[in-house]
């Protein structure tokens, strides 16, 4: 088998170890494995008493790369495929029922980032992809080439939080009316050209949001997040904790509001003298605000820009 390697970074990795405490021993999850550094750094701390953790990642690719960092710490470390979506499933098939720790790093790898083939990057000339499961059935391709363009500007607009997302679906379909659209910068190029010249000139890519947005679409990234936070939330044993970092502002309301009613579920009226509802908080929110990366960690890993941590501890 060709060993696969590749540079990671894991952001906000001793805000992550510090919330989780693996040295507290038990069973932990990487509900997104990717390179392996943040299980890396969970591993390494972990007592040598039986303790493991399982490392879940929809790419195989990532799995194999992540398992070849991770082997030195043996059975201590399990790697398992899939969409962290279905973790209850995967690690009921290992018979594991209830954790002490689970991390979710949401959004794209910086492998899938770093390898250009793979059509997430805006600045790489690669076919248009973006799958993070290079089995899936829908690509990049498909939605560029073939989403009505009410949809397209819907897909750019909600999930990019384009302003201008009207401009770019009309100049996508325009373009691809001449010929299939097929590759990143070929995209990237349409995009920059539709919208006006004030936003071309903003610091950021000018593709970035309708990038931002494929990518969500394609990999069903936010259809299901609050579900798969509350199955993650089920699976903690009492003590437990749940960290999730995320990197826009989708995924950020998505888990402050459902961190929010775990500690919060009452559904009574404000103005009722007592609850009767019967729902009691099932978890104590630890971070009142998100936690972000400080200046030396953006200047090491300028990835960690637009990252928010939020956790929660299991009551």
Do not use: W
Not at 89 to 98: D, E, I, S, W
Not at 215 to 234: F, K, M, Q, T, Y
Not at 269 to 293: E, S
Request: proline fraction near 7%; hydrophobic fraction near 35%; charged fraction near 25%.
């Amino acid at each position: 088998m060709t060993k696969v390697h590749f540079h990671h970074i894991p952001i906000l990795r001793d805000t992550v170890t510090k919330f989780l405490d693996p040295a507290r021993g038990g069973t932990f999850v990487d509900g997104t494995l990717g390179g392996g550094g943040h299980a890396e750094a969970v591993l390494s701390l972990l007592p040598k008493d039986g303790s493991r953790l399982y490392g879940i990642d929809r790419d195989s690719a990532a799995i194999a790369a992540a398992s070849e960092r991770l082997a030195p710490f043996g059975e201590a470390f399990t790697a398992l495929r899939g969409n962290f979506f279905d973790m209850k499933q995967l690690l009921a098939a290992k018979g594991v029922y209830g954790v002490d720790g689970i991390l979710l790093d949401l959004g794209v790898s910086s492998y899938q980032l770093d390898t250009p083939q793979r059509g997430f990057s805006y600045h790489e000339e690669a076919p248009l992809d973006m799958r993070m499961d290079p089995s899936a059935p829908l690509s990049a391709y498909d939605v560029v080439n073939g989403y009505p363009q009410e949809e397209l500007q819907r897909i750019i607009r909600d999930y990019g939080e384009e302003r201008y997302a009207q401009r770019v679906a009309s100049a996508i379909v325009r373009e691809r009316g001449k010929e299939p659209l097929n590759s990143t910068t070929q995209l990237a190029e349409i995009v920059k050209l539709a919208l006006p010249a004030p936003a071309r000139r903003e610091p950021q890519h000018p593709a970035r949001r309708t990038f931002q947005a494929l990518r969500i679409e394609v990999n069903g990234e936010l259809n299901g997040l609050e579900e798969a936070i509350r199955s993650a939330h089920d699976l903690l044993n009492p003590g437990g904790i749940l960290a999730v970092i995320t990197f826009h502002s989708l995924e950020d309301r998505i888990v402050k509001q459902t961190f929010r009613n775990f500690e919060n579920p009452c559904t009574c009226d404000p103005r009722a003298p007592m609850c009767t509802c019967g729902k009691t908080p099932t978890a104590k929110v630890l971070t009142k605000k998100p936690i972000v990366a400080d200046e030396t960690e953006l200047e090491d890993n300028p990835r960690a820009h637009s990252a928010k941590l939020r956790a929660i501890k299991k009551l």
